[in-house]
DNA sequence: GAGCACTGC
């Protein structure tokens, strides 16, 4: 522990955290929906009071009667997603028949808040309090008050009604989150505003992004029309709320590391042998560090076991299946130190209850995207202040902990940026553009970013919307084609592709194809042998490529009568399997209510390929070498690409394939290939591939 | 012959 620095009361504490309770959207996935009834008669009540944002629930009213926006600044553990929505009913916000409605970033969030109001509130869920997420929507128009929803619902929502004119007060959680949905659902709402000064907004913000929120917000200096001298002020009110948690000592190392692995692994030795007992949760970045270290650890508690109490080492990250991600919940064994060595579905999606101690790599995995290649590429990069406060805040919740950081303190404070890069401008903008364009807003370059996607992002995202024939020449979306493509909950690629699959009378195909292919894998992993994993898929593959071996396992999974057994024999992932029913019947009706033609085209594959090659030409590639283990050249930019291993193409190499995606490792790997007749290509996309 | 941070519609 000495390579640690304890800063001292000599030099400022960069920072004294404080944590969540069991009140906000806690994420304590598989154990907390049902069973919080722990309260006696009038126990709830008094809990509710003992929350800290109970002290600011005039102040609360107050602000909203005065202001159009009011942002809330509040560490967790307040209380405030919970209790705001219900002081706004009791205020009269829901009078009416109006609604008040807040938005959480996640499904798991959305389910855990609103069934905890329900029964704080001491009603059914999906009555006066209730909820909506993708396939699940658990209101009742006539009855519910009180609704929280994913906010890229909400995006949805806007569709059928552009002004939200339902709702009387918007709250957004999460806020400094900054997903692609938060940000376009934020320009959104301050465009909504114009048009309705009545309507309220709420935004909820961890301390560092609230002011950039609130200068966006600030319309106090526009000309608005005649509502000078009645109305709401213009002027965001900002208030604070304090969380509830216990502090966090802040360790920072006195030199840098060149290996952060193995630093890890030496920290969670040190605390082991001189800190007392607790759990640990460490941050690395992904499925390989994290496997590495558990074994490292594992190896070194085995050295340990015979003279001291011994350590439970667990890994956590979303790859894992439900029954794996489960073990980290489950109490510490007596007399055991349970170390959780996890990625940022730490940090976010999931709370884990009882740590006491954070050792925090510094880096996370994330996700970048270069317009100008049309490539999205994962990368280890350093995190953010706001995430490292974040990070430390898990050691507070039951007990004051301790966080070290594998990073120096002169590092932290002049390098490490003060909050990450918002997904807006490392994403690809296909999606975020068609749905601006189908609310209407047509000058998308002009539209008020809460930050500006970069020019390139944009007009690349425009070239390929137009390649598909999604806009037109004045970027306008087509009819019907544009409109239809809007409404489908898909990357607009897919959806192109089951448009052309009703035209060439293979939708029914291509609904199954864009389920599978909305999916990570529906492969079991970890169990088995790699080799074993190979045979299994090799019993459905084909040689015209991964699409139509997924066609291949849906049949044999209809065969099987849907059964869990047959997908354990074949390595497939039932709850994979699952969702991909689910989203083919929501696609299903989707394409109905969309007047598309629905049919299948039985044995006949090719016709299924070419729809996908109307959907996916950007993506065709031609094979150049077959001796370098099969060099593949993208026909649009020349990039060198090769087929992933897992593709059932990867020994085949045809001249001519399509993929869906790219996958950036040491080279580019296509996932999820079909094999295509080069004629196809100036057949389908002629304005694409003039020459 | 090898890989997948995390959400969401």
Known sequence: MSRFWRPGSERPQPSSLSVLEDDEPGFLPFSTLASNSSYGYGGLERHRQRLPVFKYRTAILYLLETHATTIIVGETGSGKTTQIPQYLKEAGWADGGRVVVCTQPRRLAVQTVASRVAEEMDVKLGEEVGYTIRFEDLTKSAVTRIKFLTDGVLLREMMDDPLLSKYSVVMVDEAHERSLSTDMLLGLLKKIQRRRPELRLIISSATIEAKSIAAFFNQSKKKLPASRDFGPSREPAILSVEGRGYDVQIHFLEEPVSNYLQAAVSTV????????MGDVLVFLTGQDDIDAAVQMLTDEAQNLAAHRSGLLV??????????????????????????????????????????????????????????????????????????????????????????????????????????????????????????????????????????????????????????????????????????????????????????????????????????????????????????????????????????????????????????????????????????????????????????????????????????????????????????????????????????????????????????????????????????????????????????
């Open 269 to 276: 030795l040190d605390i082991h042998n001189q800190e007392p």
């Open 314 to 691: 667990l890994p956590l990250y979303a790859g894992l299946s439900r029954a794996e991600q489960e073990l980290v919940f489950s109490p510490t064994p007596r007399g055991k130190r349970k170390v959780v060595i996890a990625t940022n579905i730490a940090e976010t999606s999931l709370t884990l209850e009882g740590m006491v101690y954070v050792v925090d790599s510094g880096f996370s995995k994330q996700r970048f995207y270069n317009p100008i290649t049309d490539i999205e590429s994962l990368v280890v990069a350093p995190i953010s202040k706001a995430s490292a406060r974040q990070r430390a805040g898990r050691a507070g919740r039951v007990r004051p902990g301790k966080c070290f950081r594998l990073y120096t303190e002169e590092y932290f404070e002049s390098e490490m940026p003060l909050e990450g890069i918002p997904e807006m401008q490392r994403s690809n903008l296909v999606s975020c553009v068609i749905q601006l364009k189908a609310l209407g807003i047509d000058n998308i370059l002009g539209f008020d970013w809460l930050a500006s996607p970069s020019p390139e992002g944009m007009i690349r995202a425009l070239e390929v919307l137009y390649s598909l024939g999604i806009l037109d020449e004045d970027s306008k979306l087509t009819s019907p084609t544009g409109f239809q493509v809007a409404e489908m909950p898909l990357d607009p690629m897919l959806s192109r592709m089951i448009i052309s699959g009703s035209q060439f009378g293979c939708s029914e195909e291509m609904i199954i194809i864009a389920a599978f292919l909305s999916l990570q894998s529906i492969w079991v992993i970890g169990r088995g042998t790699q080799k074993e994993l190979d045979e299994a898929k090799q019993g459905f593959a084909v040689a015209e490529g991964d699409h139509i071996t997924y066609l291949n396992v849906y049949k044999g999974f209809l065969l099987s009568g849907k059964s869990s057994q047959w997908c354990h024999k074949n390595l497939i992932n039932y709850q994979a399997m699952k969702k991909v029913l689910e989203i083919r019947e929501q696609l299903h009706k989707l394409v109905q209510r969309l007047g598309l033609v629905l049919k299948s085209c039985g044995q006949d594959t090719q016709v299924v390929r070419k729809a996908i090659t109307s959907g996916f030409f950007a993506h065709a590639c031609r094979l150049e070498s077959s001796s370098h283990g099969g060099m593949y050249k993208t026909i649009r930019t020349s990039q060198e690409v090769y087929i992933h291993p897992s593709s059932v193409l990867f020994r085949v190499t045809p001249k001519w394939v399509v993929y869906h995606s790219l996958v950036s490792t040491d080279c580019q790997y296509m996932r999820n290939v079909i094999a295509v007749d080069s004629s196809w290509f100036t057949e389908l996309a002629p304005h694409f591939f003039q020459i």
